[in-house]
């Protein structure tokens, strides 16, 4: 009897079931449905997460290997938007050299995808087993017009964003907007610590992008420990520091500024190709002093043993942090001080230059202002050099803090400029 009555209410849920849901938009029925499907994903698959966020190593192999084709796609649509001006203006343009500068965008892509392919193939050899696990990134199971459009477009603002880094790390043509974010950190870095006692430091330098301020640090001869979250930004360092793919200085070039063609005095300029690297970097190997890379979340980190041949009783954690453009990618700014407290031996010192750029649309949970970061700063246990006004005395002057005006991954030939008040400053684990 049961049987029957659940037999008959059945239709009758499904039924009122549906029209429950067709009260919701199409939007949340989108989320409900990704719910659901991320339940079994979950039940599947528990690491898939972690390996399938915007920053994995899947996701960047897919945005690099589609760099191509998604650039492609791109310059369809503005020869579409070319073609559907009228027959006189046409003709104008064809004067103006406008078709021809659109042909010409189509080889730079091919130029620039021998850098973005060579960045796929070096993935393949160094994170073969990662990218077995799924050969394709698990964004939302059900995926709407929309939501690819804007998958494809952060895909194709990150490569080239990737590009671009190419150019202010590792280039001659970044020397300038280097120097002046990269020279108060190492003239604080060389004032600190005396040379013969560098190799037995170590300093780490979080969320390190593609490490050229870490490969510098190295330089001045401490043991450097980058760390970088993103795969777009360790599989293109990777690609620098593979023999296979770069074993001469200069060996590849990119047209970093050829996709974005506003704020442009002419197409040269628009078109230039940049060569890179100036100099080529190796890491060490473990135990050794250098430069190390540790591919990860910074907040994961634990605090390292003091280095061998140190004095027994050295406490374990990082000598110096270094961070550069850094500490406001953070969610929780909270979390990132007491974990560069935490990182730091007794007496540690952290170095920091960076705006206050915070991931808008509340991603970020807190958006504080520069004094607010002092504040926090002080409630978690630093103290910093020079006095927060910087007016103390006793301190060199290039450990006091200062405001940088300083540019990020800038077209220097562009009609634009983005100039960044950047804050620096050196504190001390108290
Ligand atoms: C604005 S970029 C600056 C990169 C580099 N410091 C530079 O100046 O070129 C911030 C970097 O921090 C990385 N990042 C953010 N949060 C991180 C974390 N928790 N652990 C490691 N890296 C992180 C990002 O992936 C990004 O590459």
Redesign the pocket.
């Known amino acids: 009897m049961s049987d029957i009555l659940i037999a008959c209410l059945f239709p009758v849920m499904l039924l009122y079931l549906g029209l429950r849901l067709s009260m919701f938009d199409k939007g949340t029925l989108h989320l409900i449905w990704v719910d659901f499907l991320s339940l079994f994903n979950y039940s599947r698959t528990p690491n898939v997460v972690s390996h399938n966020g915007p ?1 994995s190593i899947q996701a960047s192999s897919a945005a690099y290997s589609r760099y191509r084709s998604l650039s492609m796609n791109e310059l369809s649509r503005m020869r579409a938007s070319y073609t559907s001006i009228g027959r006189a203006h046409k003709r104008i343009g064809y004067e103006i050299g406008y078709p021809k500068k659109l042909d010409k965008l189509a080889e730079l892509i091919q130029a620039n995808a021998k850098v973005t392919d060579g960045i796929v193939a070096v993935m393949r050899r160094n994170y073969s087993k990662e990218l077995s696990i799924s050969s394709t990134p698990s964004w939302p199971a059900v995926r709407s017009t929309a939501t690819e459009t804007s998958i494809d477009s952060h895909c194709l603002s990150r490569t080239r964003e990737a590009l671009k ?1 190419f150019v ?2 590792w280039s001659d043509a970044g020397i300038s907007e280097r120097s002046v ?1 990269f020279e108060p950190i190492l003239c604080a870095l060389s004032t600190i610590s005396a040379p013969s006692s560098r190799s037995q430091k170590r300093v780490l ?6 490490s ?2 870490a490969f510098e640090i190295s330089q001045l001869g401490y043991d450097v420990t980058a ?4 795969a ?2 360790n599989s293109a360092f990777r690609f620098l520091l593979d023999p296979d793919t770069t074993s001469i200085v200069n060996q590849h070039q990119v047209h970093p500024y050829a996709h974005w063609w506003s704020h442009s005095r002419n197409t040269a300029n628009l078109f230039r190709g940049i060569r890179f690297p100036d100099i080529i970097p190796r890491l060490a190997e473990d135990e050794i002093v250098g430069l190390h890379l540790k591919e ?4 994961a980190l634990d605090a390292p043993d003091a280095l061998t041949g140190s004095a027994r009783d050295t406490p374990k954690g990082y000598d110096f942090i270094a ?4 500490i ?3 969610v929780n700014i909270l979390y ?1 001080l007491e974990q560069i407290h935490k990182l730091l031996k007794p007496g540690g010192t952290w170095v920091n230059l ?1 705006p206050l750029l915070w991931c808008s649309s509340a991603q970020a949970q807190l958006e504080l202002t520069l004094e607010e970061v002092f504040d926090a700063m002080e409630a978690v246990g630093f103290s910093v050099a020079g006095g927060r006004d910087g007016c103390d005395s006793d301190e060199p002057d290039c450990m006091k803090r200062r405001t940088i005006p300083c540019e ?2 800038h077209d220097n030939k562009a009609m634009m400029r983005w100039i960044y008040e950047a804050e620096f400053w050196v504190a001390r684990k108290v």
Do not use: A, K, N, W
Request: proline share 3%; net charge negative.
């Open positions: 920053f880094h202010r790390d974010i330098v979080p969320g390190s992008g593609l050229r301020l760390c970088e979250l993103s777009y930004m990860g979340d910074f907040l961070t550069l453009f850094f406001d990618t953070s990132t960076g990020y991954t």
